[in-house]
């Protein structure tokens, strides 16, 4: 069945309704973002991503209020922002449904052909377009209950720093060419290195960054002081 009528309106209001039934969570005001308490210095989020066409994904993770990020990477002026307000959310480091339901990433062709491809988003994707509200409350509820387990599973098996810099070194060993570099893992890892007070290895993965995008090819002092600062959290 076709729908022309946008409810995007209507998605926020649907999803929490889902949400706080498996997670303590609450709405950001801005964007379609969610967020629970923060707990040593984390926090978990659940967002929809929006992309092109009818259907919207949703990813979860962790957001860590040490990690801030370059505001301009390819300006590498070491100008930082934070992500730690309930205005202000982001995910540092996350999951999302493709490994589970066996679809590729929307950035890269499915292998399955397009008619299952359209068969899968329409039952794991949040749709943006319906009947009314109702429609939309239901309908968007049993999406996310769809992705629930996904995301219990997830948060299972990522738990602590180990995991999460574990899973940033495979991604690392497996996505630094040439052509391609995983700028947010290096980032990522080596915040969550200075957290563990490994200096050493928290300043070379952040170094790393800085080379390969120029700027003298030195980590810019500001950046230096936050590592520091992190360093020192307990």
């Known amino acids: 069945m076709y729908y022309e009528t946008s409810i995007i309106p209507y998605m926020n209001d649907a999803i929490t309704e889902v949400l706080t039934e498996y997670f303590d ?3 950001c005001e801005k964007g379609h973002w969610w967020f629970t308490e923060w707990d040593n210095h984390c926090r978990k989020v659940f967002y929809v991503y929006a992309i ?7 990813y979860w993770g962790y957001n860590f209020d040490f ?12 100008k930082l922002g934070y992500f730690r307000t309930e205005k202000a959310v982001h995910s540092d480091f996350g999951g999302s449904p493709f490994p589970y339901i066996d679809y590729m990433d929307f950035f890269a062709p499915s292998l399955k052909p397009d008619r299952d491809a359209v068969a899968i988003r329409e039952k794991y994707f949040i749709p943006i377009y319906g009947a ?3 429609w939309a409350r239901e309908h968007i509820g049993e999406i996310v209950k769809r992705n629930i387990p996904f995301m219990q599973d997830w948060f299972g098996r990522i738990k602590t720093i180990d995991d999460i810099i ?11 060419t040439k052509i391609s570099f995983p700028y947010g893992s290096y980032w990522v890892r080596g915040f ?7 200096m050493d ?9 800085y080379e390969r995008y120029g700027a003298d090819k030195q980590i810019p ?3 230096l002081k936050k590592l520091y600062e992190v360093d020192k959290l307990v």
Request: glycine share 4%.
């Open 25 to 27: 969570v609450k709405c």
């Open 221 to 223: 002092q500001n950046v």
């Open 52 to 58: 092109k066409g009818t259907h919207w994904p949703m």
């Open 166 to 176: 574990a899973q940033e070194t495979k991604s690392i060993n497996e996505c630094n």
């Open 132 to 134: 009314d509200a109702e």
């Open 201 to 209: 290895e928290a300043i070379a993965d952040i170094q790393r960054i």
């Open 192 to 198: 969550l290195y200075a957290k563990q007070h490994r």
């Open 67 to 78: 990690i801030p990020w370059e505001k301009n990477l390819f300006k590498c002026s070491g």
